[in-house]
């Protein structure tokens, strides 16, 4: 049996209302999406991964959660 789930919506569909708090937008997977602008941004401040995930993704998180997913997210290219 397979099961599937929609993480991100695009197009028209970026807009429309639907629960902003998916429970298949793990920590690491948020972590990968954001691992392209933080190269550029190391010490992106977390209100900006929050206003990122939003806007791209239209997923909403506490800021504990999002500076734990970039902390993930900056360990993979700097160590950690």
Do not use: N
């Not at 298949?24 to 206003?51: F, N």
């Not at 970039?70 to 950690?80: E, I, L, N, P």
């Amino acid at each position: 049996k397979t099961a599937w789930a929609i993480k991100t919506l695009s197009g028209s569909h970026k807009d429309c209302p639907f629960q902003k708090k998916s429970p298949m937008a793990t920590m690491p997977w948020m972590a990968k999406k954001l691992e392209s602008d933080l190269k550029g941004q190391p010490a992106m401040p977390v209100k900006s991964v929050v206003t990122f995930l939003m806007e791209r993704f239209r997923i909403e998180g506490c800021p504990r959660t999002m500076y734990k997913v970039r902390q993930v997210a900056a360990a993979k290219f700097y160590g950690g």
